[in-house]
């Protein structure tokens, strides 16, 4: 199977459940980057359409980055980017990043300005806390890459690691066995979590602003001031 074709296949599975349970940001981002089936997008493109409207870029890397790397990035309003495209083997599962999950799981989430601040400000948190880099996964785990939203009345997702497989964004949006919180700071710090199996635990936040709200509450945390309530 062929790049271009591996891309469609990933992009088709995905289009149905998106117009279903993607949040409007997204759903607008992907209008936005100019993202589809047929064509697979160079970073260069990406960046024509999303610097000028959140900072954002789209920066090319080889895999994982170290944790202080990765956030220094996101600090400077760069998002590392892997721009391999998984095997025709791999459609199902992949436990590093690729340039699906990068781009139509992350990039366009980063054309709204208040989920791009947060990022960020997660980013800014990492540079003041190195020796709490455990503590800053797990809040980026649970809602950058897994996280719900409310709108409209309605669950949407906004969680990379949900948006880029239809496998992950189904089970969290319709199997009984999740459990979809509301979010609370302190029970995510505490969470462990697992990258090789679908997620039984997500949490809700109510806007991108709370959810920028939510960084800044995870700073005061882990700074040892005391929270308000």
Same mark, same amino acid.
């Given at each position: 199977?062929?790049?271009?074709?591996?891309?469609?296949?990933?992009?088709?599975?995905?289009?149905?459940?998106?117009?279903?349970?993607?949040?409007?940001?997204?759903?607008?981002?992907?209008?936005?980057?100019?993202?589809?089936?047929?064509?697979?997008?160079?970073?260069?493109?990406?960046? &024509?359409?999303?610097?000028?409207?959140?900072?954002? @870029?789209?920066?090319?890397?080889?895999? $994982? %980055?170290?944790? /202080? *790397?990765? +956030?220094?990035?996101?600090?400077? &309003?760069?998002?590392?980017?892997?721009?391999?495209? @998984?095997?025709?083997?791999?459609?199902? $599962? %992949?436990?590093? /990043? *690729?340039? +699906?999950?990068?781009?139509?799981?992350?990039?366009?989430?980063?054309?709204?300005?208040?989920?791009?601040?947060?990022?960020?400000?997660?980013?800014?948190?990492?540079?003041?806390?190195?020796?709490?880099?455990?503590?800053?996964?797990?809040?980026?785990?649970?809602?950058?890459?897994?996280?719900?939203?409310?709108?409209?009345?309605?669950?949407?997702?906004?969680?990379?690691?949900?948006?880029?497989?239809?496998?992950?964004?189904?089970?969290?949006?319709?199997?009984?066995?999740?459990?979809?919180?509301?979010?609370?700071?302190?029970?995510?710090?505490?969470?462990?979590?697992?990258?090789?199996?679908?997620?039984?635990?997500?949490?809700?936040?109510?806007?991108?602003?709370?959810?920028?709200?939510?960084?800044?509450?995870?700073?005061?945390?882990?700074?040892?001031?005391?929270?308000?309530?």
């Amino acid at each position: 199977m062929s790049k271009s074709a591996v891309w469609r296949t990933l992009f088709e599975r995905l289009q149905p459940l998106w117009s279903r349970y993607a949040n409007s940001s997204y759903l607008s981002g992907l209008r936005l980057l100019d993202l589809r089936a047929r064509h697979v997008p160079s970073l260069s493109e990406i960046n &024509r359409f999303l610097a000028p409207r959140t900072g954002f @870029r789209a920066v090319p890397v080889s895999g $994982y %980055l170290a944790a /202080p *790397d990765f +956030f220094a990035h996101l600090r400077r &309003r760069e998002f590392p980017t892997v721009p391999r495209l @998984r095997s025709a083997e791999q459609l199902d $599962y %992949l436990p590093e /990043p *690729d340039l +699906f999950h990068d781009v139509c799981g992350h990039v366009p989430m980063h054309a709204n300005p208040s989920f791009a601040n947060a990022l960020v400000r997660i980013g800014d948190c990492a540079s003041r806390h190195p020796d709490k880099l455990d503590e800053i996964a797990r809040f980026f785990w649970f809602t950058v890459e897994f996280g719900l939203m409310r709108e409209g009345g309605e669950l949407k997702a906004y969680g990379s690691g949900l948006l880029s497989s239809a496998a992950e964004l189904e089970h969290a949006m319709t199997c009984d066995a999740v459990e979809r919180r509301p979010f609370d700071l302190d029970e995510v710090l505490s969470q462990s979590f697992e990258i090789d199996r679908l997620q039984n635990r997500v949490y809700i936040v109510e806007s991108f602003e709370h959810l920028y709200g939510l960084a800044g509450r995870l700073e005061w945390r882990l700074s040892g001031r005391k929270l308000a309530a």
